[in-house]
Structure formats: C-alpha cells, structure tokens
C-alpha cells in the first residue's frame, strides 16, 4: 500500500465495535518562529557520542591486541 506524506488508513475500534477503513490526511504542521534542532544535536551528541578513536579502539581493538590476534590466526594457518 502506497501512502503519500501524512495520509494514513484507519480502522477504529469503539466499544468493541469495529468500523469499516477509512483514508485520512493529517494536518499541515505550522511552521515555527524558532528552530532549536540544532541545540537539539549539539545536546544530544554532547551526552551520547564519543570521540572516533575510543569508537574505533572498542570496535577494531587497539593495535596491539589486533596484531596478536593475526599472530595466532598466522600460526593457525588460517593467513598461510
């Protein structure tokens, strides 16, 4: 089913009654005086994000524990 922006199918059911489906559009959202989306993302990564290299770090492992990882798969001869 194909819905185009803010139109939705509705069945509702009222006091154990079921209506049949129905098409409804949604109102346009006003657009506002202010914008704080981007104090909104500045906020959000400030508490949630972390910086690439400790990402990375977590991620790939620091290269020490990387480098002996592909040394024991070398002498398992999976890298011969």
């Given at each position: 089913m194909n819905l185009w922006v803010r139109e939705m199918n509705l069945k509702i059911n009222i006091v154990s009654q079921n209506t049949e489906a129905f098409s409804d559009r949604t109102?346009?959202?006003?657009?506002?005086?202010?914008?704080?989306?981007?104090?909104i993302w500045n906020f959000s990564r400030h508490?949630?994000?972390r910086a690439r290299k400790d990402v990375k770090a977590k991620i790939f492992g620091t290269e020490?524990?990387?480098?002996?990882?592909?040394?024991v798969l070398k002498s398992d001869g999976d890298f011969n």
């Open positions: 109102m346009n959202a006003p657009k506002l005086p202010f914008n704080h989306s981007q104090d508490i949630y994000s020490s524990a990387v480098i002996k990882t592909m040394e």
